[in-house]
């Protein structure tokens, strides 16, 4: 198993002011102590469930450049871009573009999205949920073939709602043949049938039936034509070790339930969310008894 580290909190002690050293003593804690990928949030308003609307939250992909700058060898996704909120051709640049700053080191984490209150306030594009699961398949598409190589904008993409008449992609990413693509979400019929067609990762909510949507994941694998075990299986999950890691061994058997279960990677909301001393607890405590689950 690998640890992710999932930053979803902006309230940092001492502002405004103070967000951009706290993000970067995080993100390079997380680099030394042996965090595979650091996936932020992407929403334009703060989650309810993380304490309200009105509490601080960055722009995603504006964070994840700021970090691959501060950084060397972590992974780095938006976790995750519902697919409605950026025109698709321009979410592929956004990608490429990280991929291309950060040496290579950019993943597509993607969804559906689920807060409508946020993209109605802003004035975000956010149709039923149908429409929702039509663009977002329609959304990979043209970001695969924008990533197809120097030809992929030969061909006009035309679908349902995306239409790209030169998807043109100048430069192409590092990686190749594209950035890994994530496809959050645990819905039986669509999300995961998805994750089946075109997904290198999921993401899925760390509910019980998690053993239930991956046997669902399998089948719709077997559909697919597709080897189940190509698929990087992760989940999200609060990581609170206490101020001395008196709480490791709660979180280690969590991690092992994880681990029995086929999660191969789990991305930790630490608690308290700015403070490194976590991280160098779940680097000393942790990440060295989990590599073997």
Not at 212 to 236: F, Q, V
Request: charged share 25%.
């Amino acid at each position: 198993m690998k640890l992710g580290l999932q930053i979803v909190d902006y309230t940092a002690p001492g502002g405004p002011r103070e967000l951009a050293k706290a993000l970067t003593e995080v993100a390079r804690t997380a680099e030394a102590v042996g965090f595979k990928a650091i996936g932020v949030a992407d929403h334009v308003w703060q989650n309810p469930h993380m304490g309200g609307i009105e509490l601080e939250h960055l722009e995603a992909y504006s964070v994840l450049s700021y970090l691959a700058a501060q950084t060397e060898r972590i992974k780095l996704l938006a976790l995750a871009t519902p697919a409605t909120f950026r025109a698709p051709g321009l979410l592929a640049k956004i990608v490429t573009s990280l991929d291309v700053l950060s040496g290579g080191r950019a993943m597509l984490g993607v969804g559906a999205g689920h807060f409508e209150p946020e993209a109605t306030g802003l004035g975000l594009y956010f149709p039923p949920v149908a429409e929702r699961f039509e663009a977002l398949e329609e959304t990979i598409q043209l970001c695969l073939r924008m990533w197809e190589g120097e030809r992929g904008d030969e061909r006009p993409f035309v679908g349902k709602h995306v239409n790209a008449q030169r998807p043109l992609n100048l430069p192409q990413s590092l990686t190749r043949p594209h950035p890994p693509i994530m496809i959050a979400g645990s819905g039986a019929q669509k999300t995961l049938r998805l994750v089946a067609r075109y997904g290198d990762a999921c993401n899925l909510y760390p509910m019980p039936d998690m053993a239930e949507k991956l046997e669902i994941l399998r089948r719709h694998c077997e559909e697919e034509g597709r080897n189940y075990d190509e698929i990087e299986k992760t989940c999200a999950w609060v990581f609170n070790v206490g101020p001395n890691g008196e709480k490791v061994g709660e979180l280690l058997e969590k991690l092992d339930y994880f681990a029995g279960l086929g999660i191969q990677t789990v991305y930790a909301r630490a608690e308290p969310a700015h403070d490194p001393r976590v991280l160098e607890i779940l680097g000393r405590d942790v990440i060295p008894v989990v590599v073997g689950l």
